[in-house]
């Protein structure tokens, strides 16, 4: 198929529907109520702007008081391959709660590390964390998503949240970019 890309007509391929999705956030949800339980309050902390509309899906099917934040990451890649990750955003006062999460997808797993860091030093009672995607053959970061939606391949996602250049967010799919042909 082919989508719009600000005015170029790009091939892409659909990687999980609309209904895909929404059967696997059934069964994360699920896992994550068993886990939990109904009583405590839990905190989603949602990274933006990916993970919004995965978030805004997921805590629908929560059964346990929930309380939501954000909070916006910014990575830069340097020259090096190093990069560094920077808070745009400050970090709410999570002291005492539990924390889920929310991701759109880990890939070299750098802003996550560099989100769990910071949760270190925030005297939170747990964290746990749900990642709608994850690229296992791209992490160069140690860390490891309690839940996830679905493992992919290294290639570049768009939709559902996921965007290029800020666009292709609203997609109600999660789609692989394919290399143009032309
Ligand atoms: P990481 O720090 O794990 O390398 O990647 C963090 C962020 O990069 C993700 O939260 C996401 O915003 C962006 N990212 C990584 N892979 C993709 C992708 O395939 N598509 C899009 N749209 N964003 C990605
Ligand atoms: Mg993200």
Redesign the pocket.
């Known amino acids: 198929m082919k989508i719009d890309v600000n005015g170029t007509m790009m091939q892409a391929k659909i990687l999980f529907s609309e209904n895909d999705i929404h059967k696997r956030i059934k069964e994360l949800s699920e896992k994550i109520n068993a886990d939990h339980g109904k009583d405590n309050v839990l905190v989603i902390l949602i ?1 933006l702007n ?1 993970a919004l509309i995965f978030a805004a899906d997921l805590i629908r099917n929560l059964i346990m008081p929930t309380e939501m934040e954000t909070i916006r990451l910014k ?1 830069y890649e340097s020259m090096s391959s190093t990069g560094h ?1 920077q808070l745009l955003t400050q970090l709410p006062d999570l002291a005492g709660k539990h924390v889920l999460v929310v ?10 590390h560099f989100l769990l860091e910071n949760l270190k030093h925030a005297n939170t009672a747990s964290v746990k964390v749900c990642s709608l995607l994850n ?1 296992p053959e ?1 992490r160069e970061f140690d860390v490891t998503a309690d839940y996830v939606g679905f493992d992919i391949a290294k ?4 939709g559902y949240g ?3 250049d800020g666009r292709l967010r609203n997609l109600p799919y999660v789609a692989d970019l394919l290399p143009q042909a032309n």
């Open positions: 990274v990916g990575s990750v991701e759109d997808i880990i890939d070299t797993g750098r802003s996550l690229k791209a290639n570049f996602v768009v996921l965007d290029l």
